[in-house]
């Protein structure tokens, strides 16, 4: 139970109902057979969530489609996902066992009619009531409604229980805590939330020759977030999109006949602003980068770098990692640019003043450790005003970076340690390797774009999934409407 949920039990109307019962630290105490007289109530809030629905499925092993599969459900009567009807019933089975009437309850029998759907985003109430009381055998029988935040209902029916004739008061179990991941999942909510109200912008996809690339720009094009120019040869497009399954006769082809031509040519449609964006497809990054360059107009005053947004299971915000794609040994100079630019991603994003953890192997500064140095400086030039828009400290090894218990533990005084929204990591290893173990290790969902030209540029690796490449062409459509690069 999330601990904004809420378990009430109610007298009757006449009666003042007492308040909210803690679901963390509280114990459970339990209601007896005399307690439960004809009319008493409780009641339970909870908001579905789409981690509901899936660990729902996991644990029942109820895969039905119109539960899990996106596409498949909105094609569907319900147009969307719903929530299992027994994840209701779970709910009512919540209430029984744990408050009302509590710990001592058994299950004898329930009916339940499912009158509406329940979608992502509904707060349900559950409310029991007490209908009939049986003296001899200690059997209560109880009303059941669900009703969502519209005041909707969506669930009517009846339990029978033997209630409990002893007091019980038991402390709460302490449960391995339960993650799911699903990136792919989570990208897909976070790039409809972008795509909802906005006009796609003219994108041009470089050099997509490979099924993923044209599978990515497709579904950012399906999203309603790009409208996809296809940059390269035609041939070899065509015959990868048709292994790929993807139709490209409603977007635009230029045929050009190798990967140098494609990105020259993307670059100066740039230019010219017949695009606001680009997207990376199967070309080595330094092609593509080289022809951003090659264009004066796509210069900035700022190096280009690469950002990675990363979405983790055990971290309460999105966190991004920069650089681990462009500056293999960045300078001070560099680094400056790199802190910069992540930056205004971190403010497009939502984050008004980001918190810019400068990693390190250590959190002191240390003459044979040139990162520390570099820390220690990036920090000073903040404090001067040559760095601006965000709070920064370093060095920071990463667990003090991201954990506020790793902090408490060293005595770390910092309002960046422990909260950072910005990893600013030594050289492109160290970032490499990092991102790749967030991904694979923590579960993350990531996507990654360079900024620092003109045009915002979608950046993505050889085996990154086409819902990433998609999340990545996002990451640039957000950037290029805040008309930043």
């Not at 009757?12 to 459970?28: C, E, L, Q, Y």
């Not at 057979?33 to 899936?54: C, K, P, V």
């Not at 984050?351 to 040139?370: D, F, N, Q, S, Y």
Request: glycine content about 6%; hydrophobic content about 45%.
């Amino acid at each position: 139970m999330n601990p904004t949920d809420a378990m009430n039990p109610i007298e009757p109307p006449h009666a003042s109902p007492p308040g909210p019962r803690s679901t963390d630290a509280a114990p459970m105490e339990n209601l007896t057979f005399d307690e439960l007289h004809i009319g008493r109530s409780a009641q339970m809030s909870r908001t579905l969530t789409l981690a509901d629905i899936q660990a729902f499925a996991a644990v029942s092993g109820d895969f039905n489609p119109a539960h899990l599969d996106e596409a498949y459900a909105r094609a569907s009567a319900f147009h969307g996902l719903i929530a299992h009807g027994m994840w209701e019933g779970a709910l009512v089975s919540s209430v029984l066992g744990t408050v009302f009437p509590g710990p001592g309850t058994i299950y004898l029998d329930q009916s339940l009619h499912f009158s509406r759907p329940v979608r992502v985003g509904d707060t349900l109430t559950i409310r029991l009531t007490v209908t009939e009381r049986d003296e001899e055998k200690k059997r209560v029988t109880l009303d059941c409604t669900a009703t969502n935040q519209r005041g909707e209902v969506t669930l009517t029916g009846s339990a029978r229980v033997l209630a409990p004739t002893q007091k019980i008061v038991r402390p709460r179990p302490n449960l391995p805590r339960l993650t799911l991941v699903d990136p792919q999942a989570r990208l897909a909510a976070w790039m409809d939330g972008l795509a909802q109200g906005s006009a796609p912008l003219r994108c041009a996809v470089v050099h997509a020759v490979d099924a993923p690339s044209l599978q990515g720009a497709a579904l950012a094009a399906q999203r309603g977030l790009i409208e996809p120019v296809f940059i390269g040869p035609r041939e070899r497009m065509e015959a990868a999109a048709r292994e790929a399954d993807v139709d490209l006769s409603p977007w635009a082809v230029e045929d050009v006949p190798h990967s140098h031509a494609a990105a020259a040519r993307a670059a100066q449609a740039a230019a010219a602003q017949e695009v606001r964006l680009l997207m990376k497809g199967s070309l080595h990054t330094d092609e593509l980068m080289h022809a951003v360059l090659a264009e004066p107009v796509l210069r900035t005053g700022r190096r280009m770098s690469h950002v990675f947004r990363f979405d983790i299971p055990t971290y309460a915000k999105p966190l991004l990692v920069t650089d681990a794609a462009i500056h293999v040994q960045p300078t001070l100079d560099d680094k400056v640019d790199i802190v910069a630019n992540a930056v205004t991603v971190a403010q497009v994003l939502g984050v008004e003043r980001p918190k810019v953890a400068i990693l390190a192997a250590v959190e002191t500064v240390a003459a044979h450790m040139p990162s520390t140095l570099d820390a220690a400086a990036l920090c000073k030039m903040a404090d001067r005003g040559q760095i601006r828009g965000a709070l920064l400290d370093g060095p920071l090894a990463f667990d003090n970076a991201v954990s506020p218990e790793a902090v408490r533990i060293k005595g770390i005084a910092s309002p960046v340690a422990g909260d950072a929204d910005v990893l600013l990591v030594p050289d492109l290893e160290a970032g490499n390797m990092l991102a790749k173990q967030l991904e694979y290790f923590a579960g993350a969902a990531g996507c990654g774009v360079v900024v620092g030209a003109r045009v915002p540029i979608a950046l993505t690796s050889r085996a990154d999934s086409a819902t990433t490449r998609a999340a990545s062409a996002a990451l640039a459509v957000l950037l290029a409407r805040a008309r930043v690069a």
